[in-house]
């Protein structure tokens, strides 16, 4: 299976949507009048798609197991067409287009062995996709947001060692398409990094983000500088982040990571090792993004 441990559980929704055609009204008018020798029709392709989509991953090799929160099967007759829909939902990490598919496929051929003893010319069209949301598929468009990576750290600066997690940051901004104009490295100093916030909010840089000094060490004072700077804090952020990274090791909770905005500047920081880093972009990218589209199109 496609490893979804480093993604969020959100909410995700797919309908799919099937075409069953029949060669006669008479088969309509069967249905209706629930005369179909083999029972209710609608009824038992209902209960069938239920199944199916509650099956799919053991049926389908590469689904994943996952919680099914609501299933609603539809259905609708124009003229010798029989219209079936199947919606799902879910909150998980992966989305449920093919828990839907599945279900819709199941419910046609369930009318298809229900109905072909009265009607031998019955035929599936169609099976597809009619629509998704959650995940990838609400991605908004980030090219336009310019960003800034600052790694603090004293033995980066002084080159007793290499950066790793900012470059990892830089990486993950990069598969959502938004451009890191600067990358730099700064010790953990105060006033450095204050001149640093400064310097890149007078730029207009939207996105700014700290990597590193988050911590309990002594020469951890990233969040200190940048909390009393920050015009509206956001903690909602880093608590998601808190918790997405205490689900993956036991140390996340000791993070002291602050957000918020100063002027129109989101300001993130991160924890200075690479997989605390990774772990907050996973965490908080893309839904953060949508802070800077308020504060963007505020009227001004």
């Known amino acids: 299976m496609v490893n979804i441990t480093h993604k969020s559980n959100t909410l995700r929704k797919a309908v799919a949507v099937a075409n069953v055609m029949v060669s006669l009204q008479e088969t309509i008018r069967a249905i209706n009048e629930k ?3 083999k029972g209710d029709v609608f009824s038992f392709a209902k209960v069938a798609a239920l199944f199916a989509v509650k099956k799919t991953d053991t049926v389908i090799p590469d689904c ?53 003893p009265i ?6 069209q169609q099976i597809k996709l009619l629509s998704k949301s959650g995940g990838k598929s609400d991605r908004k468009n980030t090219e ?7 790694v603090c750290s004293d033995s980066i600066s002084q080159q007793k060692a290499t950066d790793k997690a900012g470059l990892a940051v ?6 959502w398409q938004i451009n890191t104009l600067h990358y730099t490295i700064i010790p ?3 006033t450095t990094i204050q001149n640093t916030i400064h310097e890149f909010v007078n730029k207009n840089i939207q996105l700014l983000i700290f990597v590193g000094g988050t911590g309990v060490s002594k020469r951890d004072v990233t969040p200190d500088v940048v909390k009393p700077l920050l015009e509206v804090e956001l903690p909602g952020i880093m608590e998601q982040a808190r918790s ?10 000791l993070s002291r990571s602050v957000a918020g905005f100063i002027q129109n500047t989101l300001v993130l920081t991160f924890p200075g090792s690479t997989g ?25």
């Open 119 to 124: 009607d031998p010319h019955i035929e599936i």
């Open 64 to 116: 994943h197991p996952l919680p099914v929160e609501f299933t609603d099967v539809r259905f609708s007759v124009h003229d010798l067409c029989i219209t079936l829909e199947v919606e799902v939902h879910t909150i998980y990490k992966t989305g449920v287009e093919v828990e839907a598919m599945h279900g819709a496929a199941v419910a046609a051929l369930t009318l298809y062995d229900m109905l072909k």
């Open 188 to 190: 953990d100093e105060v």
């Open 144 to 150: 336009a947001i310019n960003a800034a990576v600052v």
């Open 244 to 253: 997405y990274g205490q689900e993956r090791m036991p140390y996340a909770m």
């Open 276 to 300: 605390g880093a990774t772990e907050y972009m996973d965490a908080l990218f893309p839904a953060v993004l949508h802070a800077l589209s308020i504060r963007n199109n505020e009227p001004h």
């Open 35 to 37: 005369r179909v020798p």
């Open 170 to 175: 830089v990486d993950k901004l990069k598969q």
